[in-house]
C-alpha cells in the first residue's frame, strides 16, 4: 500500500487493492471521476469496464460515553460493465459475469471483514447499494460500506 494520505486514503486503496485481487475487473482503483454522465463519461465506461472505482463519501460522527470521537466513514464502491447484448452486463451470460454476480462477490469480499495491519478501524460492513445506471448493454451498481474509527 504506496498511499500514506491518512486513514480514509489508506482504506480507500486497500480496498482498490482487494478488489484488483478478485479478478473479475480490467480497472479497479480509488474514485478519481475516471467516468461520468456525459459522452466522453460514457466512453471512458466502455474503456474502463468491467471496472470498480472506489471512494470515500462522509457521513455521521458519534461520541462514546467517555466522549471519544467515533467517526463512522462510508466506502462507496462503484462497480459497472458493458456487453455487446442486450441485459448481459446486468444479468451474465454463460461466458461473462453481470453486475449481479459481481455484485456478490464485492460483498463477499468486504462486508465483515477487517483490513488488517494498521488500520485501526472495525470491519467493514455492507450498508446497501443503489443502481448507477442501467441501459441496455451498459450497467453500472454503487455499493455502500460503513466502518467506525475511534480518535482517542
Known amino acids: ?16 487493492d482487494t478488489l484488483k485481487a478478485l479478478y473479475v475487473f480490467k ?8 467516468v461520468g454522465a456525459t459522452k466522453a463519461g460514457m466512453e471512458a465506461f ?18 462514546e460515553g467517555d466522549k471519544d470521537l ?7 464502491v462503484l462497480i459497472g460493465i458493458t456487453s455487446k447484448s442486450d441485459g448481459v452486463a446486468r ?9 449481479s454476480k459481481i455484485r456478490d462477490l464485492v460483498i463477499a469480499a468486504f462486508d465483515k471483514v477487517h ?12 450498508t446497501g447499494d443503489i443502481e448507477a445506471l442501467d441501459a441496455p448493454k451498459m450497467h453500472a451498481i454503487e455499493m455502500k460500506f ?3 474509527f475511534m480518535t482517542v
Not at 5 to 13: C, P, R, S, T, Y
Not at 27 to 34: C, G, L, P
Not at 70 to 76: N, S, V, W
Not at 91 to 99: A, C, I, M, Q, V
Request: glycine content about 10%.
Open 46 to 63: 466502455a474503456r474502463y469496464s468491467p471496472f470498480a472505482f472506489v471512494g470515500y463519501f462522509g457521513t455521521d460522527t458519534a461520541r
Open 115 to 126: 483490513p488488517g495491519g494498521e488500520l485501526t478501524c472495525d470491519e467493514l460492513y455492507y
Open 146 to 148: 460503513e466502518t467506525s
Open 1 to 16: 500500500m504506496a498511499n500514506d494520505g491518512g486513514m480514509i486514503a489508506k482504506l480507500e486503496q486497500w480496498m482498490a
Open 27 to 34: 480497472t479497479a482503483e480509488v474514485w478519481k471521476h475516471q
Open 70 to 76: 467515533r467517526q463512522i466513514l462510508e466506502f462507496r
Open 91 to 99: 444479468f451474465g451470460s454463460s461466458r461473462k459475469l453481470g453486475t
